[in-house]
Nanobody, 123 residues
């Protein structure tokens, strides 16, 4: 079965950096769009970044120039490098996989599979 497991969250001071990881299993990791989302208390979930099977990335305006997502298909791992963190980046961060849609992030409906989340707190 499909499983996504995030790690790397924690507490950091404003201006600092964190790298989140997400290990995917139970499917062909390399062939699917992956995404990062976050949800702060009292707010709706928002998309942070996506990366398709070709390595093409897209970012929310709020994180452009500060965050970068990459994937290591050999390790079945998705990364989110977060730099210049701000208090407003505080949230639970989730990775997600768009299955069974393949290759691109455009189309294919919603992200169907989600990790359990990892907390990021910026003070």
């Amino acid at each position: 079965h499909v499983q996504l497991v995030e790690s790397g969250g924690g507490s950091v001071q404003a201006g600092g950096s964190l790298r989140l990881s997400c290990v995917g299993s139970g499917y062909d990791f390399s062939m699917h769009c992956m995404g990062w989302f976050r949800q702060a208390p009292g707010k709706e979930r928002e998309g942070v970044a996506t990366i398709d099977a070709y390595g093409i990335t897209r970012y929310a305006d709020s994180v452009k120039g500060r965050f970068a997502t990459t994937r290591d298909n050999a390790k079945h791992t998705l990364y989110l490098q977060m730099n210049s963190l701000k208090a407003e980046d505080t949230a639970m961060y989730y990775c997600a996989a768009k299955l069974p849609w393949m290759w691109t992030c455009a189309g294919g409906g919603e992200f169907e599979y989600w990790g359990q989340g990892t907390q990021v707190t910026v003070s």
